[in-house]
């Protein structure tokens, strides 16, 4: 299947320090587009990939799991390592989760983690049904486009494949069991509104990694998708400043141009 338009992976090469950006699930790189963007504009190196099964029609995504996302990601980091003298991991939702786990199996080669609305587990009744509903029952209603701003959007699927959302729940206890060997400096962004993943699970993130330098900031005008919404700027700015600080040579190597 093609790539839904404003759907493809976006990859820019700048100066020695690289971020890879992790989109969530059923999403696709345009929530993340913008901060790529912004991190490019200011001469980094940035990789934002576009995970197996996403991007195209919720069909495919049944056909993917866990282990497929993770690999893609790996991937990019190994990549982007060879390449830049620093690097840092970041996405949104299970983007988060992703990153996440990307620092705590790669230790020191990660320089720093930021995160935005973390998911660390699915929550309610539908965490105990998935194992069987989802031999029964295809797919679920969807969970894109939770944003506050107006006429700001996700390019996400409508539907929830449920084979896909079982192979999500076991990849959240895989890093949940590997949070504490999280040591890297973090950045935790959260929305107080978000009625996709609730504050519960940032709250799990800061109480079990084992990271020292951690800032926790509160997007207090956007939803879930808050890297379209209200508090956008204020995640690209602050992210920016967080990578600046560990890695003092960005922004001395001149302002890069394109994509």
């Not at 992790?22 to 790529?36: E, I, K, N």
Request: glycine content about 10%; overall charge negative.
């Amino acid at each position: 299947m093609p790539v839904l338009p404003g759907a493809e992976p976006f990859r820019h090469e700048g100066g020695e320090v690289g971020v890879l950006l992790c989109h969530g699930f059923t999403g696709s790189p345009q929530s993340l587009r913008p901060w790529a963007e912004f991190l490019a504009e200011r001469g980094l190196t940035v990789s934002l990939p576009l995970l197996p099964g996403h991007g195209t029609r919720w069909e495919d995504m049944q056909l993917t799991g866990w282990q497929d996302w993770y690999a893609e990601v790996d991937r990019e980091l190994r990549a982007l390592r060879r390449r830049s003298a620093r690097v840092f991991v970041a996405g949104m939702s299970m983007g988060g989760a992703l990153a996440l786990r990307l620092a705590a199996r790669h230790g020191d080669a990660v320089d720093g983690v930021v995160v935005v609305n973390p998911a660390n587990r699915v929550h309610g009744l539908s965490s105990y049904v998935l194992p069987v509903a989802r031999h029964l029952v295809r797919s679920t209603r969807g969970i894109a486009s939770d944003i506050a701003k107006e006429g700001s959007t996700e390019l996400g699927y409508d539907r929830v494949p449920l084979h896909a959302a079982h192979s999500l729940r076991s990849f959240f206890r895989v890093v949940d069991g590997e949070l504490p060997q999280v040591t890297q400096p973090l950045l935790l962004l959260r929305s107080p509104q978000d009625h996709v993943v609730p504050p519960a699970d940032s709250a799990r993130v800061l109480s079990r990694v084992s990271s020292v330098d951690v800032t926790e900031i509160l997007l207090e005008h956007s939803y879930h998708v808050a890297t379209l919404d209200h508090d956008a700027d204020r995640i690209f700015e602050e992210s920016f400043a967080f990578i600046g600080r560990l890695a003092p040579s960005v922004g001395k190597e001149g302002t890069a141009a394109g994509g």
